[in-house]
């Protein structure tokens, strides 16, 4: 079935109109050690990281411990008795013992296993045996190390500066300002999975960031993008907003599978538009698709240095990178939907979006490791970025700003 479609054209943005004039990024910023430390110290000690949903701590007593490997920090996050989310480094007062194993949990107290020091939902010092044995330790006034944390739309961030230079909202600025009433907290059913790879982060954060190589690498697995008159996946609505941006994908509503079932979670659990039944979707929001296409697959907000939300039709995935070394790197991979499956049709639904997602981002992945393995060689000076990857270029521009701010 063919019918005819009226699309808009995509506006073909290129980098020289965003003032980014120069392909060439050095090899050695995807493999030198060098470079990883100043990413670490200069980007990844200084910005503001999101590592949590305000939802996986609801109540008072809720807590997870979240991993940044990137600064071999662990963060215990935590909501108080007052409703306040704080987040502490994982390091007991006294001498300096990682009091909290769990990942995740709901608790009255934190009390370390080594000597019995105590500390209370807020982090402070509550107790400690023999405390005339310290006299510069005050109870209340002491506790865990602290930790600056903040709440954007329900995402908690955090800030390992000893001062952030910005508040969270003056870091994020026009993209938190965008996006600060679209509906996440309706899509709250989590899933999960982790990848470490052997690769720089910068390959896959780039990897989500053009259209470029989705007819080639995803031609099989990811067929609904793929618009005739928009052969080489150009965005639409691109928006740079500082050191972060947003673009729109557009799908193809000709797309039928042949299979009736995969049409059902075609339509149920990716796309949006007149054609899926549900309504309204999240990418349906005022705050996306500033240029208003008909079809869409999904808005893309890249929220520096190392996130990205993925706003499908009826849920969202949110992607992290962690630098590990210039050759390591994790990738968390959050999928977001509106409810736990509650039917077998659901769970398959759920089911098939993890399958049809993990093929995708392993076609991702393993290029990403194979340019790796490609640069270590030693053989380009650099690499070049076409005036289509434009997004690419300003995230590279983004990164050389921040690690020459002194
Ligand atoms: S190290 Fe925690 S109480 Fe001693
Ligand atoms: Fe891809």
């Known amino acids: 079935m063919n019918e005819h479609i009226t699309r808009a054209q995509p506006k073909r943005l290129r980098a020289p109109a965003l003032g980014l004039n120069h392909p060439k990024i050095p090899a050695s910023h995807y493999t030198s050690q060098e470079r990883f430390e100043l990413e670490r110290e200069r980007i990844f000690r200084r910005a503001w990281l999101a590592i949590a949903r305000i939802e996986e701590v609801a ?166 993008v793929f618009v005739p008159e928009n052969p080489l996946t150009d965005y639409h609505g ?53 240029d208003r296409i008909p079809y869409v697959m999904e808005e893309v907000i890249n929220i520096f240095p190392n996130m990205q939300l993925q706003v499908l039709g009826n849920g969202y995935l949110w992607y992290t990178y962690w630098p590990i070394g210039p050759d390591k790197m994790r990738w968390e991979i959050r999928m977001y939907l509106a409810a736990k499956p509650t039917s077998y049709r659901e769970e398959f639904i759920a089911e098939h979006l993890i399958v049809a997602s993990r093929d995708v981002m392993t076609e991702d992945s393993s290029m990403s490791v194979l340019q790796h393995e490609g640069l270590s060689s030693g053989g380009l000076e650099d690499i070049t970025l076409g005036e289509n990857e434009y997004l690419l270029r300003h995230f590279a521009q983004s990164l050389d700003e921040w690690i020459q701010r002194e």
């Not at 928006?239 to 599978?257: C, D, F, K, L, Q």
């Open 59 to 224: 109540e008072p007593g809720d807590y997870i411990l979240s991993d940044l490997p990137t600064l071999s920090a662990k963060i215990i996050v935590v909501r108080g008795d007052d409703g306040i989310v704080r987040g502490f480094h994982n390091s007991c007062l006294h001498r300096g013992l990682a009091l909290v194993r769990e990942p995740a949990g709901n608790t009255s107290i934190f009390r370390c296993p080594y000597h019995a020091w105590t500390y209370g939902r807020d982090g402070a010092l509550k107790a400690l045996p023999a405390a005339c044995e310290f006299p510069t330790v005050e109870l209340g006034r002491d506790g865990l190390p602290p930790v600056h944390t903040a709440v954007w739309n329900g995402f908690i961030f955090v800030n390992l500066a000893k001062q952030p230079a910005q508040t969270l909202d003056e870091f994020l600025g026009l993209v938190g300002e965008r996006f600060a009433e679209a509906p996440f907290s309706d899509y709250p059913h989590a899933l999960q999975f982790v990848h470490d790879l052997d690769t720089n982060w910068k390959h896959i954060a780039n990897a989500f960031t053009e259209g470029y190589h989705l007819g080639f690498l995803h031609k099989k697995t990811l067929p609904f």
């Open 238 to 290: 691109v928006e740079i907003m500082g050191i972060h941006s947003a673009n729109t994908v557009e799908r193809n509503p000709n797309w039928r599978p042949s299979a009736p079932v995969m049409q059902f979670v075609a339509a149920a659990a990716m796309l949006s538009g007149s054609d899926a039944p549900t309504a309204p979707s999240i990418v349906d929001h005022p705050s996306m698709n500033l």
